[in-house]
Structure formats: structure tokens, C-alpha cells
């Protein structure tokens, strides 16, 4: 009976609709009127609907594709603003005029970044890689090292570390 009636919660032990949340009794006669009842039928429409809307939104794995590439864009900017030591003040416009540059690219588009994001990538994630790959690197050469402290303007006490060394991976002084 079930595979007819596609809206019965088959996991109960009673007849129940899903559609109207409502216990049922009864024949199939019933069961076929039931369906045919108008709040049967919004709540039917109004799932349809829904499902529309979900194949609309594209399958899972392009979303997911999409999703990575813009990812992957909004870590690249945070490291040519770092590699060019620009300021992040930059990140409050630059993707927005990129957004304004290429609006056929759903990957521009979909880059939300402005500085307090791309401060918390360029600390909590590029930094933190960096770091280990720098470290794993001092531990097979010699390089010399820099330090200097400073207090900045909003009195924020710093230690600046500067370490110089060959690096054999991309065969050239690293700072
Ligand atoms: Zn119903």
C-alpha cells in the first residue's frame, strides 16, 4: 500500500501522512480520498516545489567545486598581498573590483573577503604553514637571524624575527 501512497511515513506502525502530519485510518477508498483533499494537496505542491528549488541550486559536487575554487582565490589574494607586503587595507576593495571586472566569473563573485577575513587566513592559516614549512627547513641549514622589538602605535609590544638561508627547494635566499 505504501508504494502507492508515497506520503506514508513508513517507519510508523499506524498510517500517518507526512504531508498533513496527521494520523489516518481506514482503506485504500480513504487513503485515495484523503489524497485528493485540499490540504493534502498544498502540503504536496508546496514539497515539489521545494525539490524544484534544490535541483535549481546545481548538484552537489559542482557546488562543492565552486566552493573550493573560491576558497582557493581568496587564499591566493591574502598571499600576493602578503609576497608584495601590501596593505590589507587593499582587501575592502580589490575583490570588489574584481566582482566589477569579471562578472561572468562565478568564482570572482562568489569571493566575500574584506580585510577582518583575509587578517584571520593570512594569521590563522598562511601563517601557520609557513611557519612549520620554515621551521622543517631551519632544521636542514644554517641561516643567520635578526630580531627586533618594537612598540607600534596602539602600544602593542612586538618581537620581529627575521631569519636569512638558502632555501634548496626554490634555490634562492629566503627572508
Ligand atoms: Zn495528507
Known amino acids: 500500500m505504501s ?6 511515513d513508513s517507519t510508523k506502525e499506524f498510517l ?3 504531508l498533513c502530519q496527521i494520523k489516518l485510518s481506514g482503506s485504500r477508498f480513504h487513503l485515495k480520498r484523503h489524497e485528493r483533499n485540499s490540504t493534502h494537496q498544498k502540503a504536496s505542491k508546496a514539497v515539489k516545489t521545494s525539490q524544484h528549488l534544490k535541483s535549481l541550486v546545481g548538484d552537489g559536487s559542482k557546488n562543492k567545486l565552486l566552493k573550493h575554487q ?15 607586503n601590501l596593505p590589507l587595507l587593499l ?4 575583490p570588489l573590483l574584481n566582482k566589477e571586472i569579471y562578472p561572468d566569473s562565478k568564482i570572482a563573485q562568489g569571493v566575500s573577503m574584506k580585510r577582518s577575513k583575509a587578517t584571520k587566513i593570512i ?8 611557519k612549520k614549512e620554515v621551521i622543517n627547513d631551519l632544521k636542514k641549514s ?3 637571524i635578526i630580531i627586533d622589538e618594537i ?16 632555501s634548496d627547494d626554490h634555490q634562492k635566499i629566503v627572508d
Open 151 to 166: 612598540t607600534d602605535i596602539s602600544t602593542k609590544r612586538s618581537l620581529v624575527v627575521v631569519v636569512r638561508y638558502w
Open 16 to 18: 500517518f501522512c507526512k
Open 123 to 130: 594569521t590563522g592559516v598562511l601563517g601557520q604553514t609557513f
Open 142 to 144: 644554517r641561516f643567520s
Open 3 to 8: 508504494n502507492d501512497f508515497e506520503w506514508i
Open 70 to 84: 573560491i576558497k582557493t582565490a581568496e587564499i591566493k589574494l591574502c598571499c600576493f598581498i602578503c609576497e608584495e
Open 91 to 94: 582587501m575592502d576593495t580589490l
